[in-house]
C-alpha cells in the first residue's frame, strides 16, 4: 500500500502529462523512470561481453535493474573446487553500479551449468551440503552489499511439482533449499533472497507445488523473501491466472517478482504476432503492478540478438521488446504503456485501473477496478477514458457504460456505488477491436 501512495503523489505532474499527451509521452520517457514512478523495478539480462556501445546504452538507458545471463552461475563462477573466476561477474556488478542500477543474482543453487565437479561428483549428503553452503558463502559475501535479490534456489521443482532430482535434490531432499537460504542470509543480511522457477506463472500443478514448498519453508523459519517467476512465455499464452498467483504468493508474506520474461513467437515475426506479443508483455507488466508485493520485472534480455530462444527452439524467436538492430518493438511499447500514470486519484480518492483480461480476433474482455484510495467511503463513481484505436463496447457488467464515438463513460450501478475506503469496485466488459488495441492513455474517476 505505501509504495502505491508514494507513487500516486510523486506522479500526479507526469500523470497530466500523460493524460495531455497520450501514449507518446510514456514511450519517451525511459521504461527505468516510468517503472520506478510506479514503484517497481524494470530489469534484463544482460550479457556481460555485449556492454560496449549501443547495447551497453540501451541497457543503461532503459533499466533499473540486470541480471547476469549466465556470469554469476556455479559454473562460471567456481570452475574447479574453490578457484573462484570473478571476472564476468564484477564486470557486471560494476555496470550496475556505474549506472545506478540494481543487481539481480542468478543463481546460486541450480541443477543446470554446474561444474562437472559438482554434477559428476560422487557425493555423501554432508560432503554435499558443505559443497554447496560453501559456494553459497563465498559467492554472497564476495557481492555483499551489491546485490540486492539473489536467486538462491533455481528451478527445484518438477512439471507435477515434486522435488527434481537434481545432484542436490537426490542427494540431500528438500533440506538443501533451507541450507543454501540460511548460508545466503548468513552471508548477507540485506539481500532478499529468492526460489525462482518457470512454469509456474500461473495457477497449475507446478505452481501448486511451489506453493506449498514456500509455506513448509517459512513455517520452518527459512529465510525466504521472494518467490520470482520467469514468465517464458508463448506468443498470446499469458496465463489469465497469472495476477491471482502473483497474489496469493504475496498473501503468503513474501515478496513476488516477474524474473526472465521473454515472450517467444514462431518466425518470421509478422505485425500481427508483433501486435500480440505487444499485448502480451503490457498484461504481465499489469499484473505486477496490480499486486503490491511485486517487487519488479525482468526481461530475459532486451534485444532479440541476445535472446537465448532461437538456440533452445528452433524455428522460434523474437522474443524480447527490441529487434535485433536495437530499435524499440511493439512489446516496448506495450511495457511503457503499461507503466504509464494512468490513473491520477480524484478528489473523492477515486482511482482506476484497466485491463484487458483476454482478447481474440475482433473482440476482447476488459475489466475496470476502481478503487477507493481516499479515506471516507465512496458513495457512487463515474469513470470516463477515451479510445485511442476505435474500440467499441458491446456489453458491460457491474456498471452503466455508455460510448459516444471514442469517448466512454461509465457508471456504477445500485448495488455497487459504495465503496469503503481502501477498497474496490470491479466492472467487466465485452469490445471489439480492429487492428491494434491499445488500452486508453488515462481514467478519469470521480
Ligand atoms: O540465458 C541463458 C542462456 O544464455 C544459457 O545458454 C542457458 C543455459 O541453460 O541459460 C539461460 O538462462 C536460463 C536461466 O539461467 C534460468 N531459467 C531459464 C533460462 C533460459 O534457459
Known amino acids: 500500500m505505501l509504495r502505491r501512495l508514494t507513487v500516486v503523489t510523486a506522479l500526479l505532474a507526469a500523470a497530466l502529462t500523460a493524460t495531455a499527451t497520450g501514449t507518446a509521452a510514456a514511450a519517451d520517457t525511459p521504461l527505468r523512470d516510468l517503472a520506478e514512478a510506479r514503484g517497481i523495478y524494470l530489469g534484463t539480462a544482460v550479457t556481460g561481453g555485449k556492454l560496449t556501445g549501443a547495447y551497453a546504452g540501451t541497457a543503461a538507458a532503459q533499466f533499473d535493474s540486470v541480471t547476469p545471463g549466465n556470469e554469476m552461475k556455479w559454473g562460471s563462477v567456481e570452475p574447479v573446487r574453490g578457484q573462484y573466476s570473478w571476472t564476468g561477474a564484477d564486470r557486471i556488478a560494476d555496470f550496475a553500479e556505474a549506472h545506478g542500477q540494481r543487481l539481480r543474482g542468478h543463481t546460486l543453487v541450480w541443477h543446470s551449468q554446474l561444474p562437472s565437479w559438482v554434477e559428476n561428483g560422487t557425493w555423501t549428503p554432508d560432503a554435499l551440503r558443505t559443497v554447496m553452503t560453501d ?61 525462482n522457477d518457470y512454469s509456474t506463472d500461473g495457477l497449475g500443478a507446478k505452481s501448486d507445488g511451489m506453493y506449498t514448498l514456500v509455506e513448509r519453508l517459512l513455517a520452518q523459519g527459512v529465510p525466504v523473501d521472494g518467490v ?5 512465455l508463448i506468443l498470446g499464452q499469458v496465463p489469465s491466472t497469472l495476477e491471482a498467483n502473483l497474489r496469493r504468493f504475496s498473501d503468503l508474506g513474501v515478496d513476488v517478482a516477474i524474473t ?12 500481427a504476432k508483433l501486435a500480440q506479443q505487444k499485448a502480451d508483455y503490457a498484461a504481465v507488466t499489469r499484473a505486477c503492478l496490480a499486486v503490491t508485493r511485486c517487487a519488479g520485472l525482468t526481461v530475459w534480455g532486451f534485444t532479440d540478438s541476445d535472446s537465448w530462444i532461437p538456440d ?48 481474440w480476433g475482433g473482440g476482447f474482455t476488459g475489466q475496470v477496478t476502481v ?76
Open 135 to 195: 559456494h553459497v558463502t563465498t559467492q554472497v559475501t564476495r557481492y555483499k552489499g551489491r546485490v540486492d535479490h539473489w536467486d538462491v534456489v533455481n528451478e527445484p521443482l518438477n512439471e507435477d511439482g515434486t522435488l527434481r532430482r537434481s545432484v542436490f535434490g537426490a542427494t540431500l531432499g528438500e533440506s538443501y533449499i533451507g541450507d543454501a537460504f540460511r548460508a545466503a542470509r548468513a552471508a548477507d543480511p540485506a539481500a532478499k533472497l529468492y526460489l
Open 260 to 271: 526472465e520474461l521473454d515472450v517467444r513467437m514462431t518466425l518470421p515475426a509478422t505485425e
Open 371 to 446: 478503487r477507493n484510495t481516499g479515506s471516507a467511503p465512496l458513495t457512487g463513481w463515474r469513470v470516463a477514458w477515451e479510445y485511442p484505436a476505435g474500440q467499441r463496447i458491446t456489453q458491460a457488467w457491474n456498471a452503466a457504460v455508455t460510448q459516444t464515438g471514442t469517448a466512454v463513460t461509465a457508471t456504477h450501478l445500485s448495488y455497487n456505488g459504495t465503496v469503503p475506503a481502501g477498497g474496490s469496485a470491479t466492472f467487466g466488459f465485452n469490445a471489439s477491436w480492429t487492428g491494434t488495441n491499445p488500452p486508453p492513455a488515462a481514467l478519469t474517476c470521480a
Open 312 to 359: 533452445f527452439f528452433p524455428g522460434q524467436g523474437a522474443a524480447t521488446p527490441y529487434d535485433e538492430g536495437l530499435n524499440p518493438k511493439p512489446a516496448y511499447a506495450g511495457i511503457a504503456e503499461a507503466l504509464a500514470p494512468v490513473t491520477p486519484p480524484g478528489p473523492a480518492g477515486c482511482a482506476a485501473t484497466y485491463t484487458v483480461q483476454s482478447q
Open 228 to 232: 520470482g517467476f520467469q514468465a517464458h
